[in-house]
Nanobody, 118 residues
Framework: QVQFVESGGGLVQPGGSLRLSCAASAFTFSIISMSWYRQAPGQERELVATISAGGTTNYADGVKGRFTCSRDNVKNTMYLQMNSLKPEDTAVYYC????????????WGQGTQVTVSS
């Protein structure tokens, strides 16, 4: 059964940093483009960052220069290093595949809460 387990969230002050992890299982992680998504209260889930199987990254405009996405294909794990955090980054962060087809086919994980507040 395909599974995504997000971790590393927490409460941080504005300007602080967090590193999120996403452990994936039960599929060939190394050949699949992966993404980070987030959902703030009352808002729809949005794309934050994408990393291709080969390691090419793309970011939403609001996080460019502050967030860095990486992956370890041996550990089947993806990471999101978040620096210079802002209150508007507050959300539940999820990982999943980039593919809309696979996102509809495979369940989402529980996500990890990131709260940026003084």
């Amino acid at each position: 059964q395909v599974q995504f387990v997000e971790s590393g969230g927490g409460l941080v002050q504005p300007g602080g940093s967090l590193r999120l992890s996403c452990a994936a299982s039960a599929f060939t992680f190394s050949i699949i483009s992966m993404s980070w998504y987030r959902q703030a209260p009352g808002q729809e889930r949005e794309l934050v960052a994408t990393i291709s199987a080969g390691g090419t990254t793309n970011y939403a405009d609001g996080v460019k220069g502050r967030f860095t996405c990486s992956r370890d294909n041996v550990k089947n794990t993806m990471y999101l290093q978040m620096n210079s955090l802002k209150p508007e980054d507050t959300a539940v962060y999820y990982c999943h595949t980039t593919s809309q087809t696979l996102r509809q086919k495979w369940s989402w994980g529980q996500g990890t809460q990131v709260t940026v507040s003084s």
